[in-house]
């Protein structure tokens, strides 16, 4: 098909200008066809092939358990008039295409260990622009090597007239990555466990895997994402959670930073903290603490989160006639910890000791509940303890806070480990980790062989910010 464009008037004349202007420079042929093969496609229906959880064709799958389960789709570029019928398969042949292409040398992971439900088979309907989802079950067999990559190459074809799955679209690649043989943070259901804060304005969360005994279980079994904001949306005239972009960065990328670490068995929890305006944690009404703990909810179970910390600071006194809001007291505090718990009974509610979040200020039970079936964890203050109230015992306290930004705190010797076993103690926290300072931080918990019988290995990897590759430890380091 020809397509001629007719200008007239003052449009032909400054269309003629500038053919002579550019005849000043470049011979102009004339009379010649324009060559359209280049939009042949743009009305093509095609197809792509997407991992239903990541929406990626690219997946890095790492197995911690025996059997790996995932979904796939089938997207459309545009909608079929009529159904259609697809089917996806193994395609082993397609591995030396993904090597050559990436100049990678990764083998085949076996196609036995492979399945798909329905044989495969998935059908877009009339008008729909995806399809039905499949479910792949990938079986992790004592033939894998540990330190190799894998590739399953998941293709998807089609026998439908009109609509076109090309090679690399019509493909779905999974990179396995057998670590079964890693351990986890498991040490013993009655020693104590630690718990970290980082401050993920500069430090990736996955340095958490960079402490390690020398017998390969991890340090800290809780890591806190310091910090997301309660703030005052001004408009809606409520309490809302306000994430930094660092924050909301994570989040929105769980399935490379925080997965991971809750793969090996640590808890990863979203922080709280005021944010300079009148919304606090301590400050809400009854109504106002309801909702506030439904949002907070709805971040941990969307976001696949562990729970919740709340530190009870930089908040300015409430206007009262706010029906959200309440005077700042420790009752208030307590009962924003009640109504999370109430609303995500399977997630860990923690606080900080701090402001009007003390253990000792707070109402020991509210609407006939012990404190100890809606506080799970409290943490004290740099160098200080805490102490159970209510039905709650040492188990839910840390006997041993760490500062290791500015060199607070106490240090987790051998002395302290042995007050930490002979009190009870369930926890001992650090704050603000980073590997630029690995060799003081290492130093300062060495009271881990006291409690393991395992001392801390000297690090050897670590994370840049925003970044899942593990880097040499100091080599790397800027």
Not at 309 to 323: F, H, I, R, T, V
């Amino acid at each position: 098909m020809n397509i001629r464009y007719f200008k007239t008037g003052l449009t032909a004349a400054a269309a003629a200008g500038a053919m002579m202007l550019a005849s000043c420079a470049d011979d102009i042929t004339t009379g010649q066809g324009i060559d359209e093969s280049q939009y042949e496609t743009i009305f093509e229906t095609n197809g792509f092939v997407r991992d239903a959880n990541t929406f990626s064709a690219s997946n890095i799958v790492e197995l911690y358990e025996d059997t790996y389960r995932t979904s796939i789709v089938v997207g459309l570029t545009q909608a079929s008039a009529s159904s259609v019928s697809l089917s996806a398969s193994f395609d082993a042949a397609y591995l030396e295409t993904y090597n050559r292409e990436h100049g990678t040398d990764f083998q085949l992971f076996p196609e036995s260990m492979v399945g798909f439900s329905d044989e495969g088979r998935m059908t877009i309907g009339a008008g729909a622009l995806e399809s039905s989802r499949i479910t792949m079950t990938v079986a992790a067999g004592s033939s894998l090597d540990e330190d190799k990559t894998y590739v399953i190459p998941v293709v998807v074809s089609t026998a439908t007239e009109g609509i076109f799955l090309k090679e690399e679209a019509g493909h779905c690649i999974y990179l396995v990555k057998d670590r079964r043989h890693l351990s986890d943070c498991y040490k013993g259901d009655n020693l104590p466990k630690g718990y970290l804060f980082y401050e993920v304005n500069d430090t990736n969360p996955l340095n958490a895997l960079s402490w390690e005994l020398e017998d390969g279980r991890l340090l800290w079994d809780v890591v806190v994402l310091f910090a997301a904001n309660i703030n005052y949306h001004q408009e809606d005239q409520r309490p809302y959670i306000q994430c930094n972009s660092n924050v909301q960065y994570l989040l929105d990328n769980n399935e490379i930073f925080l997965q991971p670490l809750r793969k090996r068995g640590i808890k990863v929890l979203l922080g709280l903290l005021g944010n300079g305006d009148q919304a606090g944690l301590a400050q809400l009404s009854d109504s106002g603490a309801k909702d506030f703990a439904r949002e907070v909810a709805q971040y941990c179970y969307m976001y696949n989160l562990d729970g919740v910390n709340y530190d009870d600071e930089y908040s300015k006194a409430p206007d009262l006639s706010n029906p959200a809001f309440t005077t700042a007291s420790a009752a208030a505090g307590a009962r924003l910890c009640y109504e999370t718990k109430k609303v995500m009974p399977d997630k860990l509610v923690t606080i900080f000791e701090w402001g009007q979040l003390y253990l000792r200020s707070m109402p020991t039970t509210i609407e006939g509940e012990n404190i100890d079936e809606w506080i799970d964890i409290a943490v004290a203050n740099y160098g200080s303890t805490s102490s159970p109230v209510g039905n709650m015992t040492h188990k839910k306290c840390s006997g041993c806070s760490t500062e290791f930004a500015l060199n607070g705190g106490s240090n987790l010797d051998t002395s302290r480990a042995n007050t930490l076993l002979n009190t009870g103690y369930g926890w001992f926290m650090g704050f603000a980790s980073d590997p630029s300072r690995y060799s003081t931080e290492f130093g300062r918990m060495s009271g881990a062989y006291t409690l393991y019988g395992s001392p801390l290995k000297t690090p050897t990897v670590f994370y840049k910010k925003d970044d899942p590759t593990p880097y040499v430890w100091p080599d790397d380091m800027d």
